[in-house]
């Protein structure tokens, strides 16, 4: 039995894309049922619905300060697709404790450090201004403290002289497009085996 995977999406979803396309592959274990994003005006929408996979729109904005609605709201559409599982990839809102624990150890996240370095925002700012040698990504379940649970896998990369934030961002991601997809597979595999 495949595991259905919902991937959340903020911006434009580079990270959802290599998720999706390496869910393509005849033996892997899950597969994408669907692309929520709490931003309409999200690249990564369209990019989703081309490779044919189906997308929700659930704008945080319509919620103002009232989170237990919008994550009410956001619960309701991934059991509508029955979601096994949530990736979040470049996802921007923080789920608060009463969602994280409705699907506790099955939610997982890329975030763009070594952690438990550099939690939260300016990651990349963080790691140049402290003269690092090294930055990278991390996938790790999601708990309730933010960039907090259990680190499934990272990848590094090189600081190189005169780096900005956004060069090294983009060297950060292409290895988060190499992390990603490789740790979904591991954990979904070895889901599967526990069942
Ligand atoms: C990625 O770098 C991801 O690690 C980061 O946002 C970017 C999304 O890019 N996520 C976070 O900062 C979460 N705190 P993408 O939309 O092209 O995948």
Same mark, same amino acid.
């Given at each position: 039995m495949t595991t259905r995977v919902a991937i959340l999406i903020s911006g434009g979803?580079?990270?959802?894309?290599?998720l999706i396309e390496s869910m393509a592959a005849d033996d892997?274990?899950?597969?994408?049922?669907?692309?929520?994003?709490?931003?309409?005006d999200a690249a990564?929408? &369209?990019?989703? !619905?081309? %490779? #044919?996979? =189906?997308?929700?729109?659930?704008?945080?904005?319509?919620?103002?300060?009232?989170?237990?609605g919008f994550e009410t709201a956001l619960a309701e559409?991934?059991?509508a697709h029955a979601a096994d599982?949530?990736?979040?990839? &470049?996802?921007? !809102?923080? %789920? #608060?404790? =009463?969602?994280?624990?409705?699907?506790?150890?099955?939610?997982?996240?890329?975030?763009?450090?070594?952690?438990?370095?550099y939690k939260g925002l300016d990651t990349h700012a963080r790691a140049i201004q402290a003269g690092d040698a090294h930055a990278g990504c991390s996938v790790h379940i999601v708990t309730p403290a933010l960039d907090d649970g259990p680190v499934l896998g990272q990848a590094s990369v090189p600081i190189l002289p005169?780096?900005?934030p956004?060069?090294?961002?983009?060297?950060v991601l292409a290895a988060e497009h190499q992390l990603y997809p490789q740790v979904l597979r591991d954990y979904l595999t070895a889901r599967a085996n526990e069942q």
């Amino acid at each position: 039995m495949t595991t259905r995977v919902a991937i959340l999406i903020s911006g434009g979803g580079s990270n959802m894309v290599r998720l999706i396309e390496s869910m393509a592959a005849d033996d892997h274990p899950g597969r994408p049922v669907i692309v929520i994003s709490n931003r309409p005006d999200a690249a990564g929408l &369209g990019k989703a !619905r081309a %490779l #044919g996979v =189906e997308t929700a729109v659930l704008d945080h904005r319509t919620f103002g300060k009232d989170r237990a609605g919008f994550e009410t709201a956001l619960a309701e559409i991934l059991a509508a697709h029955a979601a096994d599982i949530i990736c979040l990839a &470049g996802f921007m !809102r923080v %789920l #608060g404790p =009463e969602f994280v624990m409705k699907y506790q150890g099955r939610i997982l996240n890329i975030h763009p450090s070594l952690l438990p370095k550099y939690k939260g925002l300016d990651t990349h700012a963080r790691a140049i201004q402290a003269g690092d040698a090294h930055a990278g990504c991390s996938v790790h379940i999601v708990t309730p403290a933010l960039d907090d649970g259990p680190v499934l896998g990272q990848a590094s990369v090189p600081i190189l002289p005169g780096d900005t934030p956004d060069v090294l961002a983009s060297r950060v991601l292409a290895a988060e497009h190499q992390l990603y997809p490789q740790v979904l597979r591991d954990y979904l595999t070895a889901r599967a085996n526990e069942q």
